[in-house]
């Protein structure tokens, strides 16, 4: 079972539209949340950081149960711009901190 | 703000060739690693550094070596290129525990 869970996708959603994304992790020690956006064909580049209270930025927002392990991310009002690959990433406790890094989930966001 | 920076965009390789990646950050991060990326399967940790000096093995280290002479540099040499080695690198590096920045990433292709 991979440590970090995300569906692939791909998610068609049309402009104004609300869509989720879900992650789940494995591992309970895990100290710290990212969901990352990534372009095609470009490196991962931080969207936000998720906190235990859960977080907003914009049209996103975050948040995270520790108690069933998983993180969301909820866009709302999509946008053409927001087509990408969303990374979810856990940061595992331990002396190297080591982030993990899901698969990705792919949304289109259609005229 | 070059933040990282990362060399060469793309690269051909024949199988039994070596060559070494490059990788430099301007941020003092302490912590630096090397991702590789293939369809489907998320990014996978190679090797990682958390100080000048110190380096240590990720999940997919066989085929690559890392040094750390200093801080800001970071290189992956690969050994004896192999068409399996056929991916898409990516440099990050991060303070131990906040996000990671990345390069631009290394199209590798080894025919």
């Known amino acids: 079972r991979k440590e970090v869970e995300q569906d692939p996708g791909p998610f068609n959603v049309p402009e104004g539209a609300t869509v989720a994304f879900n992650c789940t992790y494995s591992n309970s020690a895990s100290q710290s949340f990212f969901w990352y956006r990534q372009d095609c064909r470009k490196e991962p580049k931080l969207l936000m950081s998720v906190y235990s209270s859960g977080n907003e930025d914009g049209r996103f927002t975050a948040q995270l149960n520790r108690a069933s392990q998983y993180i969301s991310l909820l866009i709302r009002d999509s946008k053409l711009s927001d087509s990408a690959t969303y990374l979810c990433?856990?940061?595992?406790?331990?002396?190297?901190?080591?982030?993990?890094f899901g698969s990705g989930t792919q949304l289109t966001v259609l005229p | 703000n070059a933040g990282v920076t990362q060399t060469p965009k793309f690269q051909v390789l024949k199988t039994g060739q070596s060559m070494t990646l490059q990788c430099a950050q301007d941020m003092n991060h302490e912590y630096m690693s090397w991702y590789r990326q293939d369809p489907g399967m998320g990014l996978r940790l190679i090797h990682y550094s958390v100080g000048a000096g110190i380096t240590d093995q990720g999940e997919v280290p066989n085929g690559y070596n890392v040094s750390r002479s200093t801080t800001e540099d970071f290189p992956l040499r690969l050994l004896s290129a192999a068409p399996s080695q056929t991916s898409v690198y990516f440099c990050?590096?991060?303070?131990?525990?906040?996000?990671?920045?990345f390069g631009q990433g290394t199209r590798l292709t080894v025919v």
């Open positions: 990050a590096s991060r303070k131990l525990n906040t996000e990671a920045f």
């Open positions: 990433v856990v940061m595992f406790s331990g002396s190297a901190r080591q982030l993990t």
